[in-house]
Nanobody, 114 residues
Framework: QVQFVESGGGLVQPGGSLRLSCAAS????????LAWYRQAPGKQRELVAT???????NYADAVKGRFTISRDNAENTVYLQMNSLNPEDTAVYYC????????WGQGTQVTVSS
């Protein structure tokens, strides 16, 4: 069955950086377009970044220039490098397909606070 295991979150000060990882299984990783999403308290889940199987990337305006999505097909892992973090980036971060499945992993909490 499909499984996404997100990791790498934590508490960071404004201006800091984090690198999130998501290990995927149960899918043919190399054939899929992937994405990172986030859900802040009291808000709907939103798309943050996408990467195609051809490694083309796209970003939400709020993170453009600060976040970088990448993938390692040999490790079935997708990454999200997050720089210049600000409190508005506080959320639970999830990975999924670019067209998301109904299944979601547990996510990883990112808290940006001084």
């Amino acid at each position: 069955q499909v499984q996404f295991v997100e990791s790498g979150g934590g508490l960071v000060q404004p201006g800091g950086s984090l690198r999130l990882s998501c290990a995927a299984s149960g899918i043919i990783f190399i054939l899929n377009d992937l994405a990172w999403y986030r859900q802040a308290p009291g808000k709907q889940r939103e798309l943050v970044a996408t990467i195609t199987r051809g490694t083309s990337t796209n970003y939400a305006d709020a993170v453009k220039g600060r976040f970088t999505i990448s993938r390692d097909n040999a490790e079935n892992t997708v990454y999200l490098q997050m720089n210049s973090l600000n409190p508005e980036d506080t959320a639970v971060y999830y990975c999924n397909l670019k067209v998301p499945l109904t299944y979601w992993g547990q996510g990883t909490q990112v808290t940006v606070s001084s």
